[in-house]
């Protein structure tokens, strides 16, 4: 991992105002030590990882990525002193990562079926509204959970092994507190904590520092909407430049569709009703929020006879949602909370215009370097200077860090993945089990994950619980003996 502090030079605006932003995050929410720290990595390896979901993060592929990305070198050959993750929270609570609450691995009925237990924070209510706009847990809500837990364990559904480490995280909850404006904040402390239990004898002297990526890109926009120098304000606001990067990124992933997007959100679709079929059609720049923290996909519509031009949507329910597409309308939005960054302008600020190297999951890797190929495309005909910077940098598009997992958990002969709970439950790692990490190799790492990737290739078999059990069989015969693996027996 050492070689990755190599990849990267400052892009075509540089990075400062980034760092900045990342700095004062991380100190407003860990503290001023871990500000400096972070801000000193980023200066010498502009590189984040973008891999994991914002939230309580208990999903073992992200644990597992955030500690291969540990292993990285400085320059002089010294471990890096943060691990910094730009977690998207544009995601919904109850998503794959379930940022709602725990995921147990060490269950009696993940044995029996390769499955995952999930053990709530938030309520059913909270189902879809977005980690980025969703409110503080309560203690009123880590109780209920805490109960939960007491009497799944006494009920043998939980192994008594969790039931210290679940003490010890429930009363890490409250510890936290409900201070913070939003959940996306207590995420920060949580998981930073969930580090520090993984290393009782401080076998990895890093800081985990999760950092909502939406939360920095919203403080870069109020910048770069009204520069004109920026990439992002001639791309939104040069209608020639417009014109082009929507035909050129139309249809792909992360980006938008912009026919059905156009359809769902004209007037007849308003009054005739939603049509869900077209509901999930990515957006084009921003998501727009209704009033229940949920995304509303938003269209690019041409102002015409004396009208501006402006992003139209349709929620949930049907109602149209219009905002005029000028920079102080859409700085106003972001800070009411009524817009949030997509994927793309996400990208756009941060490793197009910024040179961040993002360390991401297997699909960013294929769709970042055509969101950076067809910006390049677009600005070709207006911006020699600005292609020539973007085109020579060292950032790269192409990295990944996500569906490798080197440790696993051994359990009736399967081999299950390993989240945060239970490796903590097992007295965390040392030094020679963090040193044994960095052996294991990427094919092997990749065979051990296979229970939580095999359904991106192939999703029939996500849905049958025997064929995970398979799996989990399979995957110990090929790695059990090659990766770290741990017991809860």
């Known amino acids: 991992m050492s070689h990755l502090g190599r990849l990267n030079t400052p892009g075509f605006q540089g990075n400062e105002d980034f760092i900045t932003e990342v700095a004062r995050y991380t100190h407003e929410t860990l503290g001023p030590e ?4 972070i801000s000193e990595d980023l200066r010498e390896m502009p590189q984040v990882l973008t891999a994991n979901h914002h939230g309580i993060d208990t999903f073992a592929q992200s644990t597992q990525s955030n500690l291969l990305f540990s292993m990285r070198n400085r320059a002089n050959g010294n471990p890096a002193k943060t691990v910094p993750v730009l977690a998207c929270g544009s995601v919904p609570l109850n998503n794959l990562t379930y940022p709602r609450g725990l ?3 060490a269950s009696t009925a993940a044995y029996a079926n390769g499955g995952i237990y999930k053990l709530p924070l938030f309520p059913d209510s909270y189902k879809r509204k977005l980690v980025s706009v969703a409110g503080p847990f309560t203690e009123e809500m880590i109780c209920r959970a805490r109960g939960r837990a007491k009497k799944l364990i006494e009920s043998d ?3 008594r092994s969790l039931e210290s480490t679940l003490h010890m995280i429930f009363d890490d909850f409250s510890h936290v507190g ?7 904040r207590q995420a920060t402390v949580v998981n930073n904590r969930f580090w520090r239990h993984l290393f009782p004898d401080r076998s990895c002297r890093s800081e985990l520092v999760y950092i909502e990526l939406e939360s920095i890109v919203c403080r ?15 791309l939104m606001f040069d209608p020639e430049l417009r014109e082009r990067l929507i035909e050129n990124l139309d249809g792909q992933r992360g980006c938008w569709q912009y026919e059905k997007l156009l359809r769902r959100c004209s007037s007849a679709t308003a009054v005739e009703g939603l049509n869900m079929a077209d509901s999930a059609q990515g957006t084009m720049f921003f998501w727009g929020l209704d009033a229940k923290g949920r995304k509303i996909p938003l269209c690019f519509v041409k102002g015409e006879n004396g009208k501006g031009d402006e992003l139209r949507g349709i929620d949930d329910s049907g109602q149209l949602w219009t905002y ?3 920079p102080a309308d859409i700085t106003r939005g972001l800070q009411d909370g009524c817009l949030l960054p997509s994927i793309f302008t ?5 490793s197009i215009a910024r040179g961040i190297s993002c360390i991401g999951g297997y699909y960013q890797a294929g769709y970042l370097p055509i969101m950076r190929k067809a910006v390049i495309e677009t600005l070709r005909c207006k911006s020699a200077e600005t292609v020539k910077t973007i085109v020579t940098g060292k950032s790269r598009p192409d990295l990944y860090l996500s569906g490798m997992q080197t440790i696993g958990l051994k359990a009736d002969g399967q081999l299950l993945p390993a989240g945060p ?4 439950a097992c007295g965390g790692l040392d030094a020679e089990q963090y040193e044994r990490i960095g052996e294991i190799t990427v094919l092997q790492s990749h065979i051990a994950s296979l229970q939580d990737t095999i359904s991106d290739v192939d999703p029939q078999v996500g849905n049958f619980n025997r064929s995970k059990q398979d799996i989990t069989r399979l995957v110990y015969g090929a790695v059990g003996s090659k990766i770290l693996t741990i017991s809860m027996d």
């Open 103 to 105: 995921l147990v691995y």
């Open 178 to 184: 409900q201070d913070y404006s939003g959940y996306s």
């Open 220 to 234: 870069l926009l109020e910048k770069d909407l009204f520069d004109q120098s920026t990439i992002c304000h001639q």
């Open 324 to 326: 005029p597409f000028t």
């Open 346 to 350: 996400s990208y756009l600020l941060v």
């Open 157 to 159: 559904q939980l192994g």
């Open 421 to 424: 709970l239970e490796i903590i």
């Open 34 to 37: 871990l500000g400096e720290a």
